[in-house]
T-cell receptor
């Protein structure tokens, strides 16, 4: 079946512009995560959606970052007034979820964001 | 502080040779540990999951070990192939918190012919 897809695959934007990154999770997956991966660094958690529960936004680095998940499926990560330090690969992952937290996260290919 | 540290940072070996990658963690309370393989330009893909009671788990040429007492894990790759060239990421999950997933910075493995 189809995996997690993300668009665009690459985005180059000027400093100060707003960008929107899209994630299409695997159908039926209730959990959705956004991460940021900088060169040579581990994945940095941004935000987590689970079903109809309030999202865990504890990883968002500033109020310029926001995300929404419509209809429990597609998610959009928005970065306002982009800065050069926002340049990174943004990865989305989805999973089923249970109390034991053993379900695998399936990752999309990422969006490479470059702020000039 | 909950951390996952991996070593070495990078490794180059010849095709056909074996190698072992290390992961030390301080994440508590521990739920499970996964090893992921990330090819260049792709998202990570899970290789294996280890829970508290498991010591060893194999997936083809990949064998993961876990010592929950010393909070160490290793990933052993046998008879390496060129396609094994990738980053290998150790990921530890905390109990009772779906979003508390701590990623190591990875080991960059290069296989030379």
């Amino acid at each position: 079946g189809a995996g997690v897809s993300q668009s665009p695959s690459n985005k180059v934007t000027e400093k100060g512009k707003d960008v929107e990154l899209r994630c299409d999770p695997i159908s039926g997956h209730t959990a959705l995560y956004w991460y940021r991966q900088s060169l040579g660094q581990g994945l940095e958690f941004l935000i987590y959606f689970q079903g109809n529960s309030a999202p865990d936004k504890s990883g968002l680095p500033s109020d310029r970052f926001s995300a929404e998940r419509t209809g429990g499926s597609v998610s959009t990560l928005t970065i306002q007034r982009t800065q050069q330090e926002d340049s990174a690969v943004y990865l989305c992952a989805s999973s089923l979820e249970d109390r034991r937290l053993t379900y695998e996260q399936y990752f999309g290919p990422g969006t490479r964001l470059t702020v000039t | 502080k909950n951390q996952v540290e991996q070593s070495p940072q990078s490794l180059i070996i010849l095709e056909g040779k074996n190698c072992t990658l290390q992961c030390n963690y301080t994440v508590s309370p521990f739920s499970n540990l996964r090893w992921y393989k990330q090819d260049t330009g792709r998202g990570p893909v899970s290789l294996t999951i280890m829970t508290f009671s498991e010591n060893t788990k194999s997936n083809g040429r990949y064998t993961a070990t876990l010592d929950a007492d010393t909070k160490q894990s290793s990933l052993h790759i046998t008879a390496s192939q060129l396609s094994d060239s990738a980053s290998y990421i150790c990921v530890v999950r905390q109990q009772s918190s779906a979003s508390k997933i701590i990623f190591g910075s990875g080991t960059r493995l290069s296989i030379r012919p």
